[in-house]
């Protein structure tokens, strides 16, 4: 498993944060090329950047959490018997 350090973690924000250059250039294209794209071709565009933002962001969400020793990646004993504390009596709530 890699190790990600913050540089890497803020690398990873100002990727996912093209999606708004993506959608610009996508919009400029549509709008201004010689021939518009058809229905078909708009909606696989969109349907493709919208699964690049799911990727790029569940990246995002991966290394966050791998930075920080959240979630799977938790390895400080403490952390965990408090969390394990926290989802029992979440549970017994109902």
């Given at each position: 498993?890699?190790e990600?350090?913050a540089?890497?973690?803020?690398?990873a924000?100002?990727?996912?944060q093209q999606?708004?250059?993506?959608?610009?250039t996508?919009?400029?294209?549509h709008?201004d090329?010689?021939y518009?794209?058809?229905?078909?071709?708009?909606?696989?565009?969109?349907?493709?950047?919208m699964?690049?933002?799911?990727?790029?962001f569940w990246?995002?969400?991966d290394?966050?959490?791998?930075?920080f020793e959240?979630?799977?990646?938790?390895?400080?004993?403490v952390?965990?018997?408090?969390?394990?504390?926290?989802f029992?009596?979440?549970?017994g709530?109902?």
């Open positions: 498993m890699k990600y350090t540089y890497d973690l803020e690398n924000i100002m990727k996912a999606i708004e250059d993506d959608l610009q996508f919009y400029k294209y709008g090329a010689k518009p794209m058809t229905e078909d071709e708009v909606g696989n565009t969109i349907l493709g950047l699964m690049i933002a799911k990727m790029r990246e995002l969400n290394m966050h959490a791998r930075v959240l979630n799977e990646y938790c390895t400080d004993p952390k965990l018997e408090a969390r394990d504390n926290f029992k009596v979440k549970k709530k109902k």
